[in-house]
């Protein structure tokens, strides 16, 4: 069975890292085309984080994080990373990475990982 799990959230200070990680596994991991970060905040709609191709090195970045987020990944481990930088008490959301596939933009979901900065 597919599936994306995360792991590395937690609570962080204002200007702090954290790193997320995102291992896929099953079927999915023989069509994966791009992996993402998105991030849903109390009360506000999932908004997209940034995005990377699985073969090449393009990536995209909200303007919100640009400059402080770095997506990658390891493809032997199937697995894509989010280092996160300079946090702010606004990146504080849960942070969900998503798989697509060459048919379907966004095809997978993992379940979620909280993400709190204090300031």
């Known amino acids: 069975q597919a599936q994306l799990v995360e792991s590395g959230g937690g609570v962080a200070q204002a200007g702090g890292q954290l790193r997320l990680s995102c291992e896929a596994s099953g079927r999915i991991t023989l069509r994966l085309y791009r992996m993402g970060w998105f991030r849903q905040a109390p009360g506000k709609e999932r908004e997209f984080v940034a995005a990377i191709l699985w073969n090449g090195s393009v990536t995209r970045y909200s303007d919100s994080v640009q400059g402080r987020f770095t997506i990658s990944k390891d493809k032997a481990r199937n697995t894509g990373f989010l280092q996160m930088n300079s946090l702010e008490p606004d990146d504080t959301a849960v942070y969900y990475c998503?798989?697509?596939?060459?048919?379907?933009?966004?095809?997978?979901w993992g379940q979620g990982t909280q993400v709190t900065v204090s300031s």
């Open positions: 998503a798989a697509g596939t060459p048919t379907r933009d966004w095809e997978l």
